[in-house]
């Protein structure tokens, strides 16, 4: 199994920016696909989890800003970032939930310029 982000880069901040997240090598859905993020100095944090029932969970500081949605192909997911924080600047990683383990993505940066 193997996941594929994209998307990141540099944005003012106010402006938006889109994460997709695509999985490869699995055949069956997976539970839950979620995006973390991990800033300089700072623990790896959950930003949005979205559930194969559809129940999506937010972090509280992005819920209102950001959307975790499902891509057009079975298993990806789409993160939409709106009104972008320079808080918001970390690398972001993808990551599903198998049916009996966790897979990872390389991450993907986001820098928010103020």
């Known amino acids: 199994v193997q996941l594929q982000a994209s998307g990141g880069g540099l944005v003012q901040a106010g402006g938006s920016l889109r994460l997709s997240c695509a999985a490869s090598g699995v055949v069956f859905s997976f539970n839950a696909m979620a995006w973390f993020r991990q800033a300089p100095g700072k623990q790896r944090e959950l930003v949005a989890r979205?559930?194969?029932?559809?129940?999506?969970e937010y972090a509280d500081s992005v819920r209102g800003r950001f959307t975790i949605s499902r891509g057009d192909a079975r298993n990806t997911r789409i993160l939409q970032m709106n009104n972008v924080k320079p808080d918001d600047t970390a690398v972001y990683y993808c990551?599903?939930?198998?049916?009996?383990?966790?897979?990872w993505g390389p991450g993907t940066q986001v820098t928010v310029s103020s």
């Open positions: 979205l559930f194969k029932s559809g129940v999506a």
């Open positions: 990551q599903a939930d198998g049916l009996t383990q966790a897979f």
